[in-house]
Protein backbone atom coordinates (compact mmCIF):
# COMPACT_ATOMS: atom_id res chain seq x y z
CA UNK A 1 0.00 0.00 0.00
CA UNK A 2 1.09 3.40 -0.98
CA UNK A 3 1.89 5.77 2.39
CA UNK A 4 -1.00 8.08 2.83
CA UNK A 5 1.48 10.94 3.25
CA UNK A 6 2.54 10.32 0.00
CA UNK A 7 -0.97 10.18 -1.76
CA UNK A 8 -1.63 12.97 0.69
CA UNK A 9 1.71 15.39 -0.66
CA UNK A 10 0.84 14.41 -4.18
CA UNK A 11 -3.03 15.63 -3.71
CA UNK A 12 -2.11 18.59 -2.46
CA UNK A 13 0.45 19.19 -5.23
CA UNK A 14 -2.64 19.01 -7.71
CA UNK A 15 -5.09 21.13 -6.25
CA UNK A 16 -2.16 23.74 -5.74
CA UNK A 17 -1.59 23.79 -9.85
CA UNK A 18 -4.99 23.97 -10.35
CA UNK A 19 -5.20 27.28 -8.69
CA UNK A 20 -3.36 28.78 -10.75
CA UNK A 21 -5.34 27.32 -14.14
CA UNK A 22 -6.93 30.50 -16.28
CA UNK A 23 -10.27 29.07 -18.37
CA UNK A 24 -10.96 32.23 -20.08
CA UNK A 25 -7.74 31.46 -21.88
CA UNK A 26 -8.27 28.29 -23.33
CA UNK A 27 -9.55 27.21 -26.64
CA UNK A 28 -13.46 26.45 -26.76
CA UNK A 29 -14.03 22.94 -27.77
CA UNK A 30 -17.04 21.16 -29.05
CA UNK A 31 -17.38 18.58 -26.69
CA UNK A 32 -18.09 20.95 -23.56
CA UNK A 33 -21.57 20.47 -24.70
CA UNK A 34 -21.71 17.07 -24.35
CA UNK A 35 -20.93 17.07 -20.50
CA UNK A 36 -24.09 16.93 -18.20
CA UNK A 37 -24.36 18.45 -14.80
CA UNK A 38 -26.50 18.06 -11.44
CA UNK A 39 -27.00 14.16 -13.03
CA UNK A 40 -26.28 10.86 -10.86
CA UNK A 41 -24.18 9.59 -14.14
CA UNK A 42 -20.05 9.81 -14.14
CA UNK A 43 -19.19 11.82 -17.15
CA UNK A 44 -16.41 9.48 -18.75
CA UNK A 45 -13.88 11.61 -21.24
CA UNK A 46 -11.91 8.97 -22.82
CA UNK A 47 -9.35 9.93 -26.20
CA UNK A 48 -5.61 9.47 -26.54
CA UNK A 49 -2.86 10.49 -24.17
CA UNK A 50 -2.64 14.40 -24.41
CA UNK A 51 -5.66 15.28 -26.54
CA UNK A 52 -6.71 17.85 -23.56
CA UNK A 53 -9.28 15.41 -21.44
CA UNK A 54 -8.43 17.23 -18.28
CA UNK A 55 -8.13 20.29 -19.39
CA UNK A 56 -11.95 20.27 -20.83
CA UNK A 57 -13.08 18.77 -17.59
CA UNK A 58 -11.07 21.69 -15.74
CA UNK A 59 -12.72 23.88 -17.80
CA UNK A 60 -16.64 23.25 -17.89
CA UNK A 61 -16.49 23.10 -14.06
CA UNK A 62 -14.41 26.40 -13.83
CA UNK A 63 -16.58 28.31 -15.75
CA UNK A 64 -19.88 27.22 -14.02
CA UNK A 65 -17.95 27.95 -10.89
CA UNK A 66 -18.37 24.53 -9.26
CA UNK A 67 -16.02 23.08 -6.37
CA UNK A 68 -14.53 20.22 -6.79
CA UNK A 69 -11.68 17.94 -6.04
CA UNK A 70 -8.88 16.52 -8.57
CA UNK A 71 -6.51 13.36 -8.71
CA UNK A 72 -4.07 12.71 -11.29
CA UNK A 73 -3.86 8.78 -11.11
CA UNK A 74 -1.00 9.09 -14.06
CA UNK A 75 1.36 10.50 -11.35
CA UNK A 76 4.80 8.19 -10.99
CA UNK A 77 3.98 8.26 -7.63
CA UNK A 78 0.61 6.73 -7.91
CA UNK A 79 2.15 3.86 -10.28
CA UNK A 80 1.68 1.12 -7.80
CA UNK A 81 -1.04 2.17 -6.48
CA UNK A 82 -3.78 -0.71 -5.64
CA UNK A 83 -7.77 -0.78 -5.31
CA UNK A 84 -6.89 -0.71 -1.07
CA UNK A 85 -5.58 2.50 -2.03
CA UNK A 86 -8.18 4.26 -3.32
CA UNK A 87 -10.15 4.80 0.19
CA UNK A 88 -6.86 6.67 1.43
CA UNK A 89 -7.48 8.43 -1.79
CA UNK A 90 -10.59 9.62 -0.48
CA UNK A 91 -9.54 10.64 2.79
CA UNK A 92 -7.25 12.73 1.52
CA UNK A 93 -9.37 14.43 -1.03
CA UNK A 94 -11.72 14.91 1.99
CA UNK A 95 -8.97 16.57 3.92
CA UNK A 96 -7.83 18.82 1.31
CA UNK A 97 -11.51 19.88 -0.17
CA UNK A 98 -13.81 19.07 2.73
CA UNK A 99 -16.06 16.68 3.27
CA UNK A 100 -18.95 18.05 1.41
CA UNK A 101 -16.51 18.70 -1.90
CA UNK A 102 -19.71 18.08 -4.37
CA UNK A 103 -17.66 16.89 -7.50
CA UNK A 104 -14.78 14.72 -8.46
CA UNK A 105 -12.30 14.61 -11.60
CA UNK A 106 -10.25 11.21 -11.60
CA UNK A 107 -7.77 11.52 -14.04
CA UNK A 108 -6.70 8.34 -15.94
CA UNK A 109 -8.36 6.21 -13.55
CA UNK A 110 -7.83 3.08 -15.22
CA UNK A 111 -4.38 2.59 -14.21
CA UNK A 112 -5.85 1.56 -11.21
CA UNK A 113 -7.74 -2.15 -11.09
CA UNK A 114 -11.16 -2.42 -9.90
CA UNK A 115 -11.53 1.73 -10.18
CA UNK A 116 -15.26 1.06 -11.00
CA UNK A 117 -15.88 0.02 -7.59
CA UNK A 118 -14.97 3.31 -6.34
CA UNK A 119 -16.39 5.06 -8.69
CA UNK A 120 -19.99 3.28 -7.62
CA UNK A 121 -19.34 4.03 -4.06
CA UNK A 122 -19.30 7.68 -4.66
CA UNK A 123 -21.88 7.77 -7.32
CA UNK A 124 -23.58 5.85 -4.19
CA UNK A 125 -23.28 8.88 -1.91
CA UNK A 126 -24.58 11.83 -4.72
CA UNK A 127 -21.02 12.75 -5.56
CA UNK A 128 -20.40 13.72 -9.26
CA UNK A 129 -17.95 11.96 -10.74
CA UNK A 130 -15.82 13.30 -13.64
CA UNK A 131 -13.56 10.11 -15.38
CA UNK A 132 -11.00 10.35 -17.83
CA UNK A 133 -8.57 7.26 -19.26
CA UNK A 134 -6.78 6.58 -22.38
CA UNK A 135 -7.96 3.07 -23.20
CA UNK A 136 -11.12 2.14 -24.82
CA UNK A 137 -11.89 -0.94 -24.40
CA UNK A 138 -10.70 -1.22 -20.78
CA UNK A 139 -12.89 1.70 -19.96
CA UNK A 140 -15.78 0.76 -21.86
CA UNK A 141 -16.04 -2.94 -20.96
CA UNK A 142 -15.98 -2.10 -17.38
CA UNK A 143 -18.20 0.75 -17.25
CA UNK A 144 -21.05 -1.19 -19.29
CA UNK A 145 -20.62 -4.37 -17.05
CA UNK A 146 -20.11 -2.47 -13.60
CA UNK A 147 -21.71 1.31 -14.39
CA UNK A 148 -24.59 0.07 -16.52
CA UNK A 149 -26.62 2.95 -17.05
CA UNK A 150 -24.79 5.52 -14.80
CA UNK A 151 -22.06 7.26 -17.05
CA UNK A 152 -22.27 9.65 -20.14
CA UNK A 153 -19.34 8.99 -22.34
CA UNK A 154 -17.55 11.60 -24.39
CA UNK A 155 -14.56 10.91 -26.65
CA UNK A 156 -12.53 13.75 -27.32
CA UNK A 157 -9.61 14.32 -29.95
CA UNK A 158 -6.64 16.36 -30.57
CA UNK A 159 -7.47 20.15 -31.92
CA UNK A 160 -10.09 20.22 -34.90
CA UNK A 161 -8.85 22.51 -37.55
CA UNK A 162 -11.54 24.86 -36.23
CA UNK A 163 -10.30 24.59 -32.62
CA UNK A 164 -6.64 25.07 -34.49
CA UNK A 165 -7.23 28.33 -35.92
CA UNK A 166 -9.17 29.97 -32.88
CA UNK A 167 -5.79 28.80 -30.95
CA UNK A 168 -3.33 30.40 -33.32
CA UNK A 169 -5.95 33.21 -33.65
CA UNK A 170 -6.57 32.63 -37.54
CA UNK A 171 -9.03 34.67 -39.09
CA UNK A 172 -11.71 32.26 -40.42
CA UNK A 173 -14.84 34.73 -41.63
CA UNK A 174 -12.93 37.52 -43.22
CA UNK A 175 -12.90 37.03 -46.94
CA UNK A 176 -9.96 39.19 -47.95
CA UNK A 177 -7.12 37.72 -49.77
CA UNK A 178 -4.89 38.21 -46.90
CA UNK A 179 -7.14 36.29 -44.78
CA UNK A 180 -7.56 33.55 -47.26
CA UNK A 181 -3.87 32.87 -47.46
CA UNK A 182 -3.75 32.94 -43.63
CA UNK A 183 -6.29 30.18 -43.49
CA UNK A 184 -4.57 27.97 -46.24
CA UNK A 185 -1.19 28.51 -44.51
CA UNK A 186 -2.78 27.41 -41.49
CA UNK A 187 -4.56 24.15 -42.90
CA UNK A 188 -0.97 23.27 -44.53
CA UNK A 189 0.76 23.36 -41.33
CA UNK A 190 -2.12 21.94 -39.55
CA UNK A 191 -2.29 18.81 -41.39
CA UNK A 192 1.52 18.41 -41.29
CA UNK A 193 1.98 18.91 -37.88
CA UNK A 194 -1.55 18.17 -36.34
CA UNK A 195 -3.76 19.38 -33.17
CA UNK A 196 -2.52 18.09 -30.05
CA UNK A 197 -2.95 21.20 -27.56
CA UNK A 198 0.69 20.61 -26.14
CA UNK A 199 2.56 20.52 -29.10
CA UNK A 200 0.86 23.85 -30.89
CA UNK A 201 3.53 26.31 -28.49
CA UNK A 202 6.48 24.07 -29.19
CA UNK A 203 9.39 24.03 -32.00
CA UNK A 204 10.92 20.51 -31.42
CA UNK A 205 7.44 18.73 -32.61
CA UNK A 206 9.18 15.63 -33.40
CA UNK A 207 10.50 15.42 -29.96
CA UNK A 208 7.13 15.34 -28.93
CA UNK A 209 5.80 13.37 -31.18
CA UNK A 210 7.88 10.82 -30.15
CA UNK A 211 8.25 11.30 -26.62
CA UNK A 212 3.95 10.67 -27.12
CA UNK A 213 4.33 7.77 -29.32
CA UNK A 214 6.76 6.23 -27.12
CA UNK A 215 4.29 6.98 -23.80
CA UNK A 216 1.00 5.34 -25.70
CA UNK A 217 3.44 2.29 -26.47
CA UNK A 218 4.73 1.87 -22.94
CA UNK A 219 2.43 3.31 -20.60
CA UNK A 220 -0.85 2.49 -22.52
CA UNK A 221 0.04 -0.72 -23.96
CA UNK A 222 2.69 -2.14 -22.87
CA UNK A 223 2.10 -2.36 -19.20
CA UNK A 224 -1.18 -2.90 -18.95
CA UNK A 225 -1.13 -5.38 -21.78
CA UNK A 226 2.18 -7.07 -20.14
CA UNK A 227 4.04 -6.74 -23.39
CA UNK A 228 7.42 -8.56 -23.89
CA UNK A 229 8.00 -8.08 -27.35
CA UNK A 230 8.19 -4.49 -27.10
CA UNK A 231 10.05 -3.70 -30.49
CA UNK A 232 7.51 -5.51 -32.87
CA UNK A 233 4.78 -3.43 -31.44
CA UNK A 234 6.97 -0.59 -32.05
CA UNK A 235 7.31 -1.30 -35.68
CA UNK A 236 4.06 -2.36 -35.87
CA UNK A 237 2.92 1.21 -35.14
CA UNK A 238 5.25 3.36 -36.97
CA UNK A 239 3.89 0.88 -40.13
CA UNK A 240 0.35 1.54 -39.49
CA UNK A 241 1.72 5.43 -39.24
CA UNK A 242 3.44 5.62 -42.87
CA UNK A 243 0.40 3.81 -44.42
CA UNK A 244 -2.45 5.82 -42.90
CA UNK A 245 -5.85 5.79 -44.96
CA UNK A 246 -4.85 1.96 -46.12
CA UNK A 247 -6.47 -1.47 -45.54
CA UNK A 248 -4.93 -3.47 -42.72
CA UNK A 249 -3.77 -6.96 -44.78
CA UNK A 250 -2.91 -9.40 -41.58
CA UNK A 251 -1.93 -11.73 -44.12
CA UNK A 252 0.80 -9.21 -45.53
CA UNK A 253 1.20 -7.35 -42.63
CA UNK A 254 2.21 -11.33 -40.93
CA UNK A 255 5.14 -11.60 -43.50
CA UNK A 256 6.44 -8.53 -43.44
CA UNK A 257 6.75 -8.02 -39.72
CA UNK A 258 7.76 -11.55 -39.30
CA UNK A 259 4.66 -11.70 -36.73
CA UNK A 260 2.12 -14.68 -36.32
CA UNK A 261 -1.11 -13.69 -37.73
CA UNK A 262 -2.48 -14.07 -33.91
CA UNK A 263 0.21 -11.16 -32.68
CA UNK A 264 -0.62 -9.00 -35.51
CA UNK A 265 -3.90 -8.88 -34.91
CA UNK A 266 -3.70 -8.48 -31.05
CA UNK A 267 -0.96 -5.88 -31.51
CA UNK A 268 -3.62 -3.94 -34.04
CA UNK A 269 -6.62 -4.24 -31.61
CA UNK A 270 -4.11 -2.60 -28.10
CA UNK A 271 -3.26 -0.02 -31.15
CA UNK A 272 -6.46 1.11 -31.61
CA UNK A 273 -7.88 1.42 -27.46
CA UNK A 274 -4.95 3.34 -26.72
CA UNK A 275 -6.09 5.19 -29.49
CA UNK A 276 -3.33 5.85 -31.63
CA UNK A 277 -4.91 3.77 -34.52
CA UNK A 278 -8.76 3.98 -36.07
CA UNK A 279 -9.70 1.14 -37.80
CA UNK A 280 -12.60 1.82 -40.77
CA UNK A 281 -14.30 -1.19 -41.79
CA UNK A 282 -15.64 -1.74 -44.94
CA UNK A 283 -19.83 -1.34 -45.85
CA UNK A 284 -21.14 -4.16 -46.25
CA UNK A 285 -24.65 -6.13 -45.02
CA UNK A 286 -22.68 -9.44 -44.59
CA UNK A 287 -20.94 -9.34 -40.91
CA UNK A 288 -17.74 -11.34 -42.57
CA UNK A 289 -17.32 -8.64 -45.28
CA UNK A 290 -17.38 -5.88 -42.69
CA UNK A 291 -14.60 -7.55 -40.92
CA UNK A 292 -12.21 -7.46 -43.93
CA UNK A 293 -9.44 -5.67 -44.25
CA UNK A 294 -10.53 -2.51 -42.09
CA UNK A 295 -8.45 0.87 -43.04
CA UNK A 296 -6.07 2.03 -40.59
CA UNK A 297 -6.11 6.05 -39.73
CA UNK A 298 -4.53 7.32 -37.19
CA UNK A 299 -5.58 9.94 -34.38
CA UNK A 300 -3.83 12.66 -35.67
CA UNK A 301 -1.93 13.78 -38.86
CA UNK A 302 1.07 15.43 -37.32
CA UNK A 303 2.20 11.74 -36.41
CA UNK A 304 3.38 11.05 -40.17
CA UNK A 305 6.01 13.25 -40.42
CA UNK A 306 7.04 14.22 -37.13
CA UNK A 307 8.69 11.05 -35.98
CA UNK A 308 12.37 10.01 -36.33
CA UNK A 309 13.65 8.42 -39.62
CA UNK A 310 10.99 8.89 -41.52
CA UNK A 311 11.05 8.19 -45.11
CA UNK A 312 7.58 7.66 -46.03
CA UNK A 313 6.47 10.18 -49.43
CA UNK A 314 4.61 13.51 -48.58
CA UNK A 315 1.29 12.41 -49.77
CA UNK A 316 -1.35 15.39 -48.98
CA UNK A 317 -4.22 13.49 -50.05
CA UNK A 318 -3.95 11.05 -47.58
CA UNK A 319 -3.35 13.73 -44.91
CA UNK A 320 -6.56 15.31 -45.63
CA UNK A 321 -8.49 12.09 -46.18
CA UNK A 322 -6.85 11.36 -42.74
CA UNK A 323 -7.89 14.55 -41.19
CA UNK A 324 -11.45 14.32 -42.84
CA UNK A 325 -12.09 11.25 -40.92
CA UNK A 326 -11.22 11.97 -37.65
CA UNK A 327 -13.46 15.43 -37.89
CA UNK A 328 -16.12 12.79 -39.07
CA UNK A 329 -15.69 10.85 -35.83
CA UNK A 330 -16.37 14.50 -33.96
CA UNK A 331 -19.33 15.19 -36.34
CA UNK A 332 -20.92 11.81 -35.75
CA UNK A 333 -21.14 11.50 -32.52
CA UNK A 334 -23.63 13.56 -32.04
CA UNK A 335 -26.22 12.05 -34.29
CA UNK A 336 -25.15 8.47 -33.49
CA UNK A 337 -24.23 7.85 -37.28
CA UNK A 338 -21.98 5.38 -38.16
CA UNK A 339 -19.16 5.89 -40.91
CA UNK A 340 -17.63 3.05 -43.27
CA UNK A 341 -15.99 2.38 -46.68
CA UNK A 342 -17.48 1.43 -49.71
CA UNK A 343 -15.90 -1.36 -52.20
CA UNK A 344 -18.02 -3.10 -53.83
CA UNK A 345 -15.00 -5.54 -55.04
CA UNK A 346 -11.64 -5.80 -54.67
CA UNK A 347 -10.78 -3.99 -58.03
CA UNK A 348 -13.78 -1.63 -57.69
CA UNK A 349 -14.01 1.73 -57.35
CA UNK A 350 -13.89 2.98 -53.52
CA UNK A 351 -15.43 5.62 -51.84
CA UNK A 352 -13.58 6.89 -48.97
CA UNK A 353 -16.77 7.57 -46.10
CA UNK A 354 -20.57 6.01 -46.21
CA UNK A 355 -22.22 8.00 -42.96
CA UNK A 356 -25.24 5.94 -42.30
CA UNK A 357 -27.96 6.27 -39.71
CA UNK A 358 -28.14 2.64 -38.31
CA UNK A 359 -28.91 0.82 -42.14
CA UNK A 360 -29.33 3.74 -44.33
CA UNK A 361 -26.88 5.60 -45.86
CA UNK A 362 -27.55 9.45 -45.30
CA UNK A 363 -23.85 10.82 -46.95
CA UNK A 364 -21.15 9.68 -49.42
CA UNK A 365 -18.06 11.47 -49.45
CA UNK A 366 -14.90 11.54 -51.14
CA UNK A 367 -11.63 12.98 -50.67
CA UNK A 368 -8.99 14.49 -53.19
CA UNK A 369 -6.49 16.95 -52.37
CA UNK A 370 -6.60 17.99 -56.18
CA UNK A 371 -8.94 16.94 -58.95
CA UNK A 372 -7.30 19.84 -61.65
CA UNK A 373 -6.60 17.14 -63.63
CA UNK A 374 -9.60 15.47 -65.97
CA UNK A 375 -8.51 12.22 -65.08
CA UNK A 376 -8.73 12.51 -61.36
CA UNK A 377 -12.09 14.30 -61.82
CA UNK A 378 -13.51 11.55 -63.70
CA UNK A 379 -12.22 8.97 -60.94
CA UNK A 380 -13.26 10.60 -57.60
CA UNK A 381 -16.67 11.89 -58.91
CA UNK A 382 -16.93 8.28 -60.92
CA UNK A 383 -16.75 6.46 -57.62
CA UNK A 384 -19.63 9.10 -56.30
CA UNK A 385 -22.03 8.04 -58.98
CA UNK A 386 -21.48 4.61 -58.80
CA UNK A 387 -21.75 4.40 -54.95
CA UNK A 388 -24.91 6.46 -55.08
CA UNK A 389 -26.62 3.92 -57.24
CA UNK A 390 -25.63 0.98 -55.28
CA UNK A 391 -26.61 2.38 -51.80
CA UNK A 392 -28.94 4.63 -53.05
CA UNK A 393 -28.15 7.80 -51.96
CA UNK A 394 -27.97 10.88 -53.38
CA UNK A 395 -26.02 13.40 -50.75
CA UNK A 396 -22.66 13.13 -52.47
CA UNK A 397 -19.79 15.33 -51.38
CA UNK A 398 -16.92 15.73 -52.64
CA UNK A 399 -13.96 17.15 -50.25
CA UNK A 400 -10.81 19.03 -52.40
CA UNK A 401 -8.55 21.90 -51.99
CA UNK A 402 -10.84 23.58 -54.42
CA UNK A 403 -13.37 25.83 -54.82
CA UNK A 404 -17.15 25.13 -53.51
CA UNK A 405 -19.66 24.83 -56.43
CA UNK A 406 -22.36 22.14 -57.27
CA UNK A 407 -21.52 19.46 -60.30
CA UNK A 408 -23.84 17.34 -62.07
CA UNK A 409 -22.70 13.83 -63.20
CA UNK A 410 -25.16 11.79 -65.16
CA UNK A 411 -28.33 13.05 -63.11
CA UNK A 412 -26.83 13.27 -59.96
CA UNK A 413 -25.51 16.18 -57.92
CA UNK A 414 -22.31 16.10 -56.64
CA UNK A 415 -21.14 19.09 -53.63
CA UNK A 416 -17.85 19.94 -54.40
CA UNK A 417 -16.81 21.70 -51.24
CA UNK A 418 -13.44 23.52 -50.49
CA UNK A 419 -11.39 21.53 -47.60
CA UNK A 420 -11.15 24.46 -46.08
CA UNK A 421 -14.63 25.41 -46.23
CA UNK A 422 -15.58 21.75 -45.25
CA UNK A 423 -13.41 21.62 -42.42
CA UNK A 424 -14.35 24.80 -40.41
CA UNK A 425 -18.04 25.61 -41.33
CA UNK A 426 -19.68 22.16 -42.05
Known amino acids: MIDEKVILQVLAEQ ?15 KEESLFEFDTKMAQVVIGVRR ?5 ICHKVLLERGIRYAYVNLDDDRLSEM ?7 VLSCIYQLYGTDVPYLVLDEIQN ?11 LRTDMHIFVTGSNAKLLSGELATHLTGRYNEIHLYPFSFSEYCNYHQVDTQSITTKAEAERKRAFMDYIHDGGFPEMQALRNKRAYVQSLIEAILLKDIKKRFRIRDVDALR ?3 HHLINNACQEVNYEDLTKELGMSDKTVKKYVDYLTQAFLVKLLTRHSFKSKERIRNPKAYIVDTGMQGNRDNVLAPENLGWRLENAVYIELLRRCAYDFFDVYYYKPAPR ?12 K ?11 DSAKTYDRETSSLVKASVALSCNNLTLIAFSQTRDVEIEGKTIHVISALEWLLHR
Request: proline share 2%; aromatic share 10%; hydrophobic share 35%.
Open 82 to 88: KTEDLNT
Open 235 to 237: KLA
Open 15 to 29: QEEIKGYKPQKWVAR
Open 361 to 371: AVELIQVAYEI
Open 51 to 55: SGKST
Open 112 to 122: VDGWYLFVNRL
Open 348 to 359: GKETDFVVCDKN
